[in-house]
Nanobody, 115 residues
C-alpha cells in the first residue's frame, strides 16, 4: 500500500507564490515517478508536472517558466513551487506516484488564486 499526503494549498493573490509538498509512505520503490495534477471545477484532471526518481522533469506548457517540481528521494517527498500564480491556476491539486504498473493518488489540496 502507498499513501500520499499533500499540503500547502490555500488562498493567494495573483502574482503570489505557494509551495506544495507531497509525502509518500508505505511500499515505495526506488524507481518511480511522482507528479502533480490539477482539476478545476467543470474540467478534467490535467497534468501539471512530473519528475522521475532520476530527476527528469516534464511540465505542462501552461506552467513552464513559472513553476518548478523537485523531489527529495530520501524523504519520499515531491514539491511543487508555484510562482507568478494566476486566477486560472485555481484548482484542486493532486499528488500522483507511478511505480511498476500502479498509480496512486493523494486526497488533493485546494489552491485558490484571487484576481
Amino acid at each position: 500500500q502507498v499513501q500520499l499526503v499533500e499540503s500547502g494549498g490555500g488562498l493567494v493573490q495573483a502574482g503570489g507564490s505557494l509551495r506544495l509538498p507531497c509525502v509518500a509512505s508505505g511500499n515505495i520503490f526506488s524507481i518511480n515517478a511522482m507528479g502533480w495534477y490539477r482539476q478545476a471545477p467543470g474540467k478534467q484532471r490535467e497534468l501539471v508536472a512530473t519528475i522521475t526518481s532520476s530527476g527528469s522533469t516534464n511540465y505542462a506548457d501552461s506552467v513552464k517558466g513559472r513553476w518548478t517540481i523537485s523531489r527529495d528521494n530520501a524523504k519520499n517527498t515531491v514539491y511543487l513551487q508555484m510562482n507568478s500564480l494566476k486566477p486560472e491556476d485555481t484548482a484542486v491539486y493532486y499528488c500522483n506516484l507511478q511505480q511498476l504498473k500502479y498509480g496512486y493518488w493523494g486526497q488533493g489540496t485546494q489552491v485558490t488564486v484571487s484576481s
